[in-house]
């Protein structure tokens, strides 16, 4: 079964505005949560991380927030722009054990209009 | 370094011959993972090495599949037998230490015909 759940599939969003993408997981052992950014024929690239102490951490124009008791977090894209249209993947991993393997979102496909 | 090199980046393939993927992490990194994504779909977990050691293998990787590192540096992922099924990007990463943190290199794009 999906360990980690993603909505929206897919996102548009007008230059300027603010993009959210959310996602579940039911696995409290998960303890670290990234977010990456993928472009068409590139692999995807590591945006931004959380852990689960953290109820939001930001960089740039990039948020994640964190709700540990719901099980849910979320990035959030300030002035969103057309460089940033890209499938993003919310992805978590039991990163105090020595495995460090990653559960993927099904991704969400982020279109900035300009 | 530049990165997580992958080798070749395209794949065609006629199925039921076998192929064979080439991953250079990032040399300072001691893990090296290997994903697979489809259209649409997230990175799944394949197989993971701590230096030459396999670490764990995901259901996914049927007895057809074969991952190796040798000497603790490259690792190669080996499909035999490919099947229509197979038609994937195959992505390899690597990460200095416990946890996530990874860099993914660019895929290598496998089509069986």
């Known amino acids: 079964q999906q360990q980690v759940k993603q909505s929206p599939q897919s996102l548009i969003v007008q230059k300027g505005g603010i993009s959210i993408i959310n996602c579940a997981y039911e696995n409290t052992a998960f303890d670290y949560f990234p977010w990456y950014q993928q472009f068409p024929g590139k692999g995807p690239a590591l945006l931004i991380a959380?852990?689960?102490?953290?109820s939001e951490k930001k960089e740039g124009r990039f948020t994640i927030s964190f709700n540990k008791s719901a099980k849910q977090f979320s990035l959030h894209i300030m002035d969103s722009q057309p460089g940033d249209s890209a499938t993003y993947f919310c992805a978590a991993s039991t990163r105090g054990s020595t495995l460090g393997r990653l559960y993927f979102g099904r991704g969400t496909q982020l279109t900035v209009w300009p | 370094d530049t990165g997580v090199s992958q080798d070749p980046r395209h794949k065609i393939t006629k199925r039921g011959q076998n192929v064979t993927f080439r991953c250079d992490p990032i040399s300072e990194h001691n893990r090296l993972y290997w994903y697979r994504q489809t259209l649409g779909q997230g990175p799944e977990f394949l197989t993971y090495f701590q230096n030459e050691a396999q670490l764990e293998k995901s259901r996914l990787l049927s007895d057809r599949f074969s991952a190796e590192r040798p000497k603790g540096s490259f690792s190669t992922l080996e499909i035999q037998r490919t099947e229509q099924g197979d038609s994937a990007m195959y992505l390899c990463?690597?990460?200095?230490?416990?946890?996530?943190?990874?860099?993914f290199g660019s895929g290598t794009r496998l089509t069986v015909v």
């Open positions: 959380i852990r689960p102490d953290v």
């Open positions: 990463a690597s990460s200095p230490g416990t946890g996530g943190g990874y860099t």
